[in-house]
Protein backbone atom coordinates (compact mmCIF):
# COMPACT_ATOMS: atom_id res chain seq x y z
CA UNK A 1 0.00 0.00 0.00
CA UNK A 2 2.66 2.34 1.01
CA UNK A 3 4.95 1.79 -2.16
CA UNK A 4 1.44 2.47 -4.41
CA UNK A 5 1.05 5.81 -2.57
CA UNK A 6 5.13 7.15 -2.93
CA UNK A 7 4.62 5.88 -6.70
CA UNK A 8 1.30 7.67 -6.94
CA UNK A 9 3.42 10.62 -5.72
CA UNK A 10 1.64 10.53 -2.40
CA UNK A 11 3.43 11.90 1.15
CA UNK A 12 3.09 8.70 4.01
CA UNK A 13 2.15 10.87 6.80
CA UNK A 14 1.95 9.44 10.11
CA UNK A 15 -2.08 9.51 10.14
CA UNK A 16 -2.24 7.91 6.73
CA UNK A 17 0.01 5.34 8.28
CA UNK A 18 -2.48 4.76 11.18
CA UNK A 19 -5.26 4.16 8.53
CA UNK A 20 -2.81 1.86 6.82
CA UNK A 21 -2.70 -0.14 10.21
CA UNK A 22 -6.35 -0.97 10.57
CA UNK A 23 -6.29 -3.01 7.25
CA UNK A 24 -3.35 -4.74 8.22
CA UNK A 25 -4.32 -8.40 9.14
CA UNK A 26 -7.04 -8.65 6.36
CA UNK A 27 -9.97 -9.68 6.54
CA UNK A 28 -11.66 -7.17 8.23
CA UNK A 29 -14.75 -4.54 6.97
CA UNK A 30 -14.81 -1.18 8.41
CA UNK A 31 -16.79 1.51 8.28
CA UNK A 32 -15.09 5.36 7.60
CA UNK A 33 -16.44 5.87 11.32
CA UNK A 34 -15.05 2.50 12.83
CA UNK A 35 -11.56 3.41 11.13
CA UNK A 36 -11.97 7.21 12.59
CA UNK A 37 -12.95 6.03 15.97
CA UNK A 38 -9.55 3.74 15.87
CA UNK A 39 -7.34 6.26 14.50
CA UNK A 40 -8.59 8.88 17.46
CA UNK A 41 -6.59 6.58 19.79
CA UNK A 42 -3.32 7.88 18.16
CA UNK A 43 -4.28 11.38 16.74
CA UNK A 44 -7.10 12.50 18.66
CA UNK A 45 -7.71 15.67 16.00
CA UNK A 46 -7.67 13.64 12.93
CA UNK A 47 -11.03 14.80 11.64
CA UNK A 48 -13.38 12.29 10.29
CA UNK A 49 -13.28 14.42 6.95
CA UNK A 50 -9.49 13.55 6.69
CA UNK A 51 -10.65 9.43 7.44
CA UNK A 52 -13.01 9.92 4.46
CA UNK A 53 -10.54 11.65 1.81
CA UNK A 54 -8.18 9.05 2.28
CA UNK A 55 -10.11 6.44 2.49
CA UNK A 56 -11.24 7.44 -1.10
CA UNK A 57 -7.62 7.97 -2.36
CA UNK A 58 -7.05 4.46 -1.09
CA UNK A 59 -10.41 3.24 -3.20
CA UNK A 60 -9.26 5.46 -5.93
CA UNK A 61 -5.78 4.34 -6.70
CA UNK A 62 -7.37 0.14 -5.96
CA UNK A 63 -5.94 -0.44 -2.57
CA UNK A 64 -9.16 -0.80 -0.64
CA UNK A 65 -12.54 -2.25 -2.45
CA UNK A 66 -16.05 -0.63 -1.06
CA UNK A 67 -18.34 -2.20 0.48
CA UNK A 68 -22.38 -2.45 1.04
CA UNK A 69 -24.02 -4.32 3.63
CA UNK A 70 -27.40 -3.21 3.26
CA UNK A 71 -26.79 -0.99 6.24
CA UNK A 72 -26.67 2.60 4.89
CA UNK A 73 -22.87 2.93 5.52
CA UNK A 74 -20.12 1.36 3.50
CA UNK A 75 -17.36 -0.78 4.26
CA UNK A 76 -14.24 -0.98 3.55
CA UNK A 77 -11.70 -3.92 2.83
CA UNK A 78 -8.26 -4.21 1.30
CA UNK A 79 -8.15 -5.16 -2.28
CA UNK A 80 -6.91 -8.03 -2.98
CA UNK A 81 -5.69 -9.33 -6.36
CA UNK A 82 -7.04 -12.56 -7.67
CA UNK A 83 -8.68 -12.64 -4.33
CA UNK A 84 -12.61 -12.10 -5.51
CA UNK A 85 -14.78 -13.42 -2.88
CA UNK A 86 -18.42 -12.34 -1.08
CA UNK A 87 -19.78 -12.33 2.00
CA UNK A 88 -22.87 -13.59 4.75
CA UNK A 89 -24.01 -10.56 6.69
CA UNK A 90 -25.89 -10.51 9.73
CA UNK A 91 -29.12 -8.36 9.82
CA UNK A 92 -28.62 -7.92 13.82
CA UNK A 93 -25.57 -7.50 14.53
CA UNK A 94 -23.98 -6.12 11.01
CA UNK A 95 -20.98 -9.05 11.27
CA UNK A 96 -19.41 -10.07 8.28
CA UNK A 97 -18.22 -13.65 6.87
CA UNK A 98 -16.36 -14.37 4.23
CA UNK A 99 -17.25 -16.95 1.61
CA UNK A 100 -14.02 -18.92 0.02
CA UNK A 101 -15.82 -19.95 -3.74
CA UNK A 102 -18.08 -17.57 -5.72
CA UNK A 103 -21.61 -18.48 -5.94
CA UNK A 104 -21.48 -17.47 -9.63
CA UNK A 105 -19.85 -20.56 -10.30
CA UNK A 106 -23.33 -22.14 -10.18
CA UNK A 107 -25.35 -20.33 -12.76
CA UNK A 108 -25.37 -22.33 -16.03
CA UNK A 109 -23.04 -20.98 -18.38
CA UNK A 110 -25.52 -21.86 -20.88
CA UNK A 111 -28.27 -19.43 -19.17
CA UNK A 112 -25.60 -16.82 -19.56
CA UNK A 113 -25.58 -17.72 -23.59
CA UNK A 114 -28.91 -18.04 -23.84
CA UNK A 115 -29.75 -14.28 -22.29
CA UNK A 116 -26.30 -12.90 -24.41
CA UNK A 117 -24.97 -11.67 -22.17
CA UNK A 118 -21.36 -11.34 -20.65
CA UNK A 119 -20.39 -10.82 -17.03
CA UNK A 120 -17.32 -8.46 -16.26
CA UNK A 121 -18.37 -8.27 -12.58
CA UNK A 122 -21.02 -8.83 -9.97
CA UNK A 123 -21.92 -8.83 -6.36
CA UNK A 124 -23.01 -11.39 -4.29
CA UNK A 125 -24.04 -11.10 -0.54
CA UNK A 126 -26.57 -13.27 1.48
CA UNK A 127 -28.21 -11.68 4.49
CA UNK A 128 -29.39 -13.37 7.99
CA UNK A 129 -28.41 -14.14 11.06
CA UNK A 130 -25.04 -15.26 12.34
CA UNK A 131 -25.30 -18.32 15.09
CA UNK A 132 -25.13 -15.69 18.18
CA UNK A 133 -28.13 -13.37 17.05
CA UNK A 134 -29.83 -16.42 15.89
CA UNK A 135 -29.41 -18.13 19.08
CA UNK A 136 -31.19 -14.34 20.87
CA UNK A 137 -34.22 -14.46 18.10
Same mark, same amino acid.
Given at each position: ????? /??????? #???????? $??????? =? %??? @??? !? %?? /? !??? =???????? #??????? #??? +?????? !???? $? *??? =? &?? +?? @?????? %? %?????? /???????? $????? &??? $?? #???? +? /? *??? !???????????? =??? @?? +? &?
Amino acid at each position: MIERL /KKCGYRI #TPQRQEIF $DCFKSGG =S %HYS @AEE !V %HR /K !VRG =SFPNISLD #TVYRNLN #TLK +ELGILE !VLNF $D *DGR =S &RY +EL @ARENRH %H %HHLICL /KCGGSQEL $DFCPL &RFI $DS #TLLR +E /K *DFQ !VERHSFEIYGYC =SNC @AR +E &R
